[in-house]
């Protein structure tokens, strides 16, 4: 089974900051990585797919790179909007998929 | 638009059928997942089943306990549970899975694109 890991599990940041969150495969999985928002009481909501092409309607200070095992999500000028969890999940063993366990990005 | 139903309090050992209604796309045209999240934890990919429903995968957390099925003439997904453990405590989302290439980046995908809002299923005696 590929196993996800995020890091940090959890950071602080400020409305305006730039924040990076990193997710790691253990095997390569090409471009097959998706990253998700997902809020208090709400589903996780798609952000960025295929490691670096952003979901319709999401913002552009969202991006996302990356291929092979190491990955990265970065938001560029924090909104206050934007503190969230959030998962990465690799779909290169689609139909089975497996997801990061989370970055909870709280405001300092 | 996916709504998820049939989440209750059942004893260990016990059975449960979830049911996920879709409207708003063609529904025999898309994989569907069913992803689960316990309280304050992550996600976990629980099962998927192909658009015809005779593809069925399941997580190894659940395999031979659940078993996702669907009725296109309906526009439903369901999932079977059985043998009902403590730690299948969750909140139970359906997805709906996109799949596709990208040509501008030369890369496939299969993104979970939309999602209900869940239904909770605890286990406890």
């Known amino acids: 089974d590929i196993q996800m890991t995020q890091s940090p599990s959890s950071l602080s940041a400020s409305v305006g900051d730039r924040v990076t969150i990193t997710c790691r495969a253990s095997q390569t999985i090409s471009s097959f990585l998706n990253w998700y928002q997902q809020k208090p009481g709400q589903a996780p909501k798609l952000l960025i797919y295929a490691a670096s092409s952003l979901q319709s309607g999401v913002p552009s200070r969202f991006s996302g790179s990356g291929s092979g095992t190491d990955f990265t999500l970065t938001i560029d000028s924090l909104q206050p909007e934007d503190f969230a969890t959030y998962y990465c999940q690799q779909s290169y063993n689609a139909p089975s998929y497996t997801f990061g366990q989370g970055t909870k990005l709280a405001i300092k | 638009q996916l709504v998820e139903f049939g989440g209750d309090l059942v004893q260990p050992g016990g059975s449960l059928r979830l049911s996920c209604a879709a409207s708003?796309?063609?529904?025999?045209?898309?994989?569907m997942s069913w992803v689960r999240q316990a309280p304050g934890k992550g996600l976990e990919w629980v099962s998927s089943i192909s658009e015809s429903g005779g593809s069925r995968y399941y997580a190894d957390s659940v395999q031979g306990r659940v078993t996702i099925s669907r009725d296109n003439s309906k526009n439903t997904l369901f999932l079977q549970m059985n043998s009902l453990r403590v730690e299948d405590t969750a909140l139970y989302y359906c997805?709906?899975?996109?799949?596709?290439?990208?040509?501008?980046?030369?890369?496939?995908?299969?993104?979970?694109?939309?999602w209900g809002q869940g239904t909770t299923v605890t286990v406890a005696s």
């Open positions: 708003g796309f063609t529904f025999s045209d898309y994989v």
């Open positions: 997805a709906k899975v996109e799949s596709g290439y990208d040509y501008l980046r030369l890369a496939g995908y299969y993104v979970m694109d939309v």
